[in-house]
């Protein structure tokens, strides 16, 4: 079973850059990593993914290590807006042809002003 | 486009009613999702379905049903309803490609009184 492990909680001022770890130490073969922010009484929301190495784009980073048995999602120069709980989800892959995905504990993103 | 739709957006509940949460998703995506997110607390996979006219259980099922008859529409059946299905109920999809994030819908808040 791919199961994830984060950080609870964790705080940060305004401005500050961010970094979420993750592990997934039985990731599967094919699978990609994707990170969610989810916002009180809303739908978790996609926010980046990846395979290997490192990616960005506009809202974030992740970088991967070659035994892509964790993940770090930084999040560069947070706002209060950033205040949410961000998931990393990997999925173990079914005999029915697609990914179960089950969630973990996630981590409580509190930024201070 | 609208993505992922669930209808509806709130209902209460008496102990032992019954009701069918709907889902329905206009990306043309082979794997959809049911989730229950308790206050507080990360999402547990209730059940998920492959393709049209498959499912299968996921982390809690019991109490549940689900009936997937077309590939856009995915429902969740409370047959005799419960306090403890107090929860707010999320669908989402999933496109066929290895790299696909799921797609989730602003969930169905319920109360079971």
């Known amino acids: 079973l791919a199961k994830t492990t984060q950080p609870i909680s964790m705080d940060s001022y305004e401005g500050q850059e961010v970094n979420i770890t993750c592990s997934h130490n039985?990731?599967?073969?094919?699978?990609?990593i994707t990170w969610y922010q989810q916002f009180p009484s809303q739908g978790p929301r996609f926010i980046i993914q990846?395979?290997?190495t490192k990616v960005t784009n506009e809202v974030a980073s992740l970088f991967i290590p070659a035994d892509r048995k964790s993940s770090t999602l930084s999040l560069p120069r947070v706002s209060l807006s950033d205040t949410a709980v961000y998931y990393c989800?990997?999925?173990?892959?079914?005999?029915?042809?697609?990914?179960?995905?089950?969630f973990g504990t996630g981590t409580r993103l509190k930024v201070l002003a | 486009n609208a993505g992922v739709t669930q209808t509806p957006k709130f209902q209460v509940l008496k102990t032992g009613q019954s009701m069918t949460l709907q889902c329905a998703q206009d990306?043309?995506?082979?794997?959809m999702y049911w989730y229950r997110q308790d206050p507080g607390m990360g999402l547990r996979l209730i059940y998920y379905?492959?393709?049209?006219?498959?499912?299968d259980k996921g982390e809690v099922p019991n109490g549940y049903n689900v009936s997937r008859l077309n590939k856009r529409e995915f429902s969740l059946r409370l047959e005799s309803a419960a306090p403890s299905q107090t929860s707010v109920y999320f669908c989402?999809?999933?496109?066929?490609?290895?790299?696909?994030?799921?797609?989730f819908g602003n969930g169905t808040r319920l109360t079971v009184t």
């Open positions: 989800l990997v999925g173990d892959p079914t005999t029915s042809g697609t990914y179960k995905y089950i």
């Open positions: 039985n990731i599967a073969t094919n699978d990609y």
């Open positions: 990846g395979y290997k």
């Open positions: 990306m043309n995506h082979n794997s």
């Open positions: 379905s492959a393709s049209e006219g498959t499912t």
């Open positions: 989402a999809s999933l496109g066929g490609a290895y790299n696909s994030p799921l797609h």
